[in-house]
């Protein structure tokens, strides 16, 4: 089944264009914002090189005060999206809040229904290069996610969690 397909548009813009930029923000080149009046950026955020920060028409994509964003991050918010304070996330980090409810053979996945989960990065957690965060997820304050993990499911304050599908390894 085919379906027409539109364009999100360019990602470009301009810091008024948010719904909130704190004082002291860096955007480096190449960072794409969609529904920029949906994204909320505390002071002193930084957005490394080629991020795309993907705020959603009914959704909110909320950066807290102080936190760290590497290069090449993809942050989706259709389900909602809440990073803290002072949270480190690695380049080529991947946090969605949205999938494909399965709806049978008879249906492509594509055109399955979306489904939305929020996910919580809970202030001072730190997420290792290429880690990806699935919807409904929270992670913990101060916990620590490892390189290239897959965090399906909650990960305790304080705890650090590794693999795929992430596993709480030892509290900090």
Do not use: N
């Amino acid at each position: 089944m085919s379906r027409a397909r539109k364009s999100h548009g360019t990602g470009a813009f301009s810091r008024e264009e948010l719904a909130a930029c704190g004082e002291g923000c860096v955007f480096e080149a190449g960072v794409l914002v969609f529904h920029p009046g949906r994204v909320h950026v505390g002071a002193g955020v930084y957005v490394g090189h080629g991020t795309i920060l993907h705020g959603y028409h009914d959704a909110e994509l909320v950066i807290g005060d102080g936190t760290w964003i590497g290069a090449q991050g993809f942050f989706h918010s259709a389900g909602g999206l809440f990073i803290g304070r002072d949270v480190g996330v690695g380049p080529a980090v991947k946090v969605l809040t949205s999938s494909h409810a399965e709806a049978g053979r008879d249906v492509p996945i594509l055109h399955s229904p979306l489904t939305f989960a929020p996910v919580r990065i809970e202030d001072d957690a730190d997420l290792g290069i290429g880690a990806i965060v699935l919807p409904g997820v929270t992670i913990g304050r101060g916990a620590q996610i490892g390189a290239g993990a897959v965090v399906t499911r909650d990960v305790p304050p304080y705890t650090v969690a590794a693999g795929s599908p992430a596993r709480v390894l030892r509290e900090r």
